[in-house]
């Protein structure tokens, strides 16, 4: 008999949930073959020197529309080591809620000075920090009314940590009907960027989120 | 970790899906093509050139666009590229084993090489899978007819009607030499290839 592992959850009204979540439980890994589970990814600096500030699309070029806004946060392991040099690629739709993707077919409005994506790396200590332009919500199931809150997509890779995550904003109205947050449950919480004023001028606020990488793959090598 | 590490532990930020628009420019083509070093320079691992190609479908036997897929194996000699194996004379200086693409429409193509047998498994490939709706899921693909199938512990460990569900089956050689082989993945479903639990494992 195989172990089983967990039953992944269906996101609650999310129809491409439906149609990829895998039915059957997850099959645990025999102990012996565990380590050839975990990836290692090339340290990568793939980033360009002006990626951090997503709020114009080249440094001589106009700000793009809504508020501009500042993330910043630590990336560490579980065991609270830092991670550095990690690539954190970021994308977010613009002030009106359309990403700058050939399959965004929503008809919102493109806005001519936002790109949407960018590239940071963690420091020595493991911070980061980007500035982008507030996204906005949209409009995921037409037909029953049900909004995507604003995010922002975060993907992260260095060594054998790997995380692809969302930061929500704080007391966002759609936030409670968002399929994942309904199935991260109180732990959605730690998906919530944190609020603070920001001495800088040139973004209205920012927002603090400290990334945790968990399982035993964030941790595989230390 | 231990009991206290566990105790002290930070609690992890959840995953989540990474939606449909997963950036195409976020694309790397040296991550799909581990054959390809760098067009001005007479470089690449050792190793026969492998074509890994299939599709990506869903409840329904649909299509499933936009799936970010990444891979990870050992290299020709079985070696796979960790801090544990830094400085091994197996390390094959031209390779590094990790590769990413992004599904154009459901359908994929990855370049590379063989993998050789690591001590006391069949030669296989970490295949993983991000997409809109799910979170990361993981498995691991195998080489149908390799003599080494037999005895992995990982296909031993699994129900016999799940075993060919992992298997790649080959399909042909391309002009250059390539060994082409496919496989398709079914995230759910009839027929839905095993996936593992990485966190719990
Ligand atoms: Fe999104």
């Given at each position: 008999?195989?172990?089983?592992?967990?039953?992944?959850?269906?996101?609650?009204?999310?129809?491409?949930?439906?149609?990829?979540?895998?039915?059957?439980?997850?099959?645990?890994?025999?102990?012996?073959?565990?380590?050839?589970?975990?990836?290692?990814?090339?340290?990568?600096?793939?980033?360009?020197?002006?990626?951090?500030?997503?709020?114009?699309?080249?440094?001589?070029?106009?700000?793009?529309?809504?508020?501009?806004?500042?993330?910043?946060?630590?990336?560490?392991?579980?065991?609270?080591?830092?991670?550095?040099?990690?690539?954190?690629?970021?994308?977010?739709?613009?002030?009106?809620?359309?990403?700058?993707?050939?399959e965004d077919h929503s008809g919102l409005k493109l806005d001519d000075n936002f790109f949407g994506m960018?590239?940071?790396?963690?420091?020595?200590?493991?911070?980061?920090?980007?500035?982008?332009?507030?996204?906005?919500?949209?409009?995921?199931?037409?037909?029953?009314?049900?909004?995507?809150?604003?995010?922002?997509?975060?993907?992260?890779?260095?060594?054998?940590?790997?995380?692809?995550?969302?930061?929500?904003?704080?007391?966002?109205?759609?936030?409670?009907?968002?399929?994942?947050?309904?199935?991260?449950?109180?732990?959605?919480?730690?998906?919530?960027?944190?609020?603070?004023?920001?001495?800088?001028?040139?973004?209205?606020?920012?927002?603090?989120?400290?990334?945790?990488?968990?399982?035993?793959?964030?941790?595989?090598?230390? | 970790?231990?009991?206290?590490?566990?105790?002290?532990?930070?609690?992890?930020?959840?995953?989540?899906?990474?939606?449909?628009?997963?950036?195409?420019?976020?694309?790397?083509?040296?991550?799909?093509?581990?054959?390809?070093?760098?067009?001005?320079?007479?470089?690449?691992?050792?190793?026969?050139?492998?074509?890994?190609?299939?599709?990506?479908?869903?409840?329904?036997?649909?299509?499933?666009?936009?799936?970010?897929?990444?891979?990870?194996?050992?290299?020709?000699?079985?070696?796979?590229?960790?801090?544990?194996?830094?400085?091994?004379?197996?390390?094959?200086?031209?390779?590094?084993?990790?590769?990413?693409?992004?599904?154009?429409?459901?359908?994929?193509?990855?370049?590379?090489?063989?993998?050789?047998?690591?001590?006391?498994?069949?030669?296989?490939?970490?295949?993983?899978?991000?997409?809109?709706?799910?979170?990361r899921i993981v498995t691991q693909m195998f080489f149908a007819g390799h003599p080494a199938n037999d005895?992995?512990?990982?296909?031993?460990?699994?129900?016999?009607?799940?075993?060919?569900?992992?298997?790649?089956?080959?399909?042909?050689?391309?002009?250059?030499?390539?060994?082409?082989?496919?496989?398709?993945?079914?995230?759910?479903?009839?027929?839905?290839?095993?996936?593992?639990?990485?966190?719990?494992?």
């Amino acid at each position: 008999m195989t172990k089983l592992g967990r039953q992944i959850g269906i996101g609650p009204t999310d129809n491409t949930s439906d149609q990829r979540t895998p039915r059957q439980r997850l099959r645990l890994i025999p102990e012996r073959v565990r380590d050839s589970f975990v990836p290692v990814v090339p340290a990568r600096a793939v980033t360009r020197q002006h990626e951090w500030d997503m709020t114009r699309i080249a440094p001589d070029m106009p700000r793009a529309d809504g508020e501009a806004i500042e993330v910043t946060g630590t990336l560490r392991t579980e065991s609270g080591r830092p991670l550095r040099g990690a690539l954190l690629e970021i994308w977010n739709a613009n002030h009106y809620g359309r990403y700058r993707h050939i399959e965004d077919h929503s008809g919102l409005k493109l806005d001519d000075n936002f790109f949407g994506m960018g590239r940071v790396l963690t420091d020595d200590e493991g911070r980061y920090r980007f500035w982008t332009i507030s996204p906005g919500a949209y409009l995921a199931r037409p037909d029953i009314g049900r909004w995507r809150p604003k995010h922002i997509h975060l993907s992260i890779s260095g060594g054998s940590s790997r995380l692809i995550t969302q930061m929500y904003f704080p007391d966002e109205p759609n936030n409670a009907t968002d399929p994942m947050a309904v199935l991260m449950g109180d732990g959605f919480e730690r998906n919530i960027g944190k609020s603070y004023t920001t001495p800088e001028t040139d973004v209205a606020q920012g927002f603090q989120f400290d990334i945790v990488v968990g399982g035993r793959n964030a941790t595989y090598f230390e | 970790m231990n009991d206290e590490q566990r105790a002290n532990a930070l609690l992890p930020t959840n995953e989540d899906t990474c939606g449909p628009y997963f950036p195409i420019y976020f694309g790397d083509d040296s991550l799909e093509d581990l054959t390809r070093i760098h067009p001005g320079v007479v470089a690449g691992p050792s190793g026969q050139h492998l074509i890994l190609r299939g599709r990506v479908l869903d409840r329904h036997g649909s299509l499933a666009n936009g799936v970010v897929m990444e891979f990870w194996q050992a290299n020709a000699k079985g070696l796979y590229r960790t801090p544990a194996t830094e400085g091994h004379a197996d390390i094959d200086p031209w390779f590094h084993g990790y590769g990413r693409l992004r599904s154009r429409g459901g359908d994929y193509t990855f370049r590379t090489i063989m993998p050789g047998a690591s001590e006391g498994r069949a030669p296989n490939i970490t295949v993983t899978l991000f997409s809109d709706g799910i979170n990361r899921i993981v498995t691991q693909m195998f080489f149908a007819g390799h003599p080494a199938n037999d005895s992995d512990p990982l296909l031993q460990a699994l129900e016999s009607e799940d075993r060919p569900r992992l298997m790649a089956t080959r399909d042909g050689t391309a002009e250059d030499g390539a060994e082409i082989y496919r496989f398709d993945i079914i995230m759910a479903g009839d027929n839905e290839t095993p996936f593992f639990d990485d966190l719990e494992s």
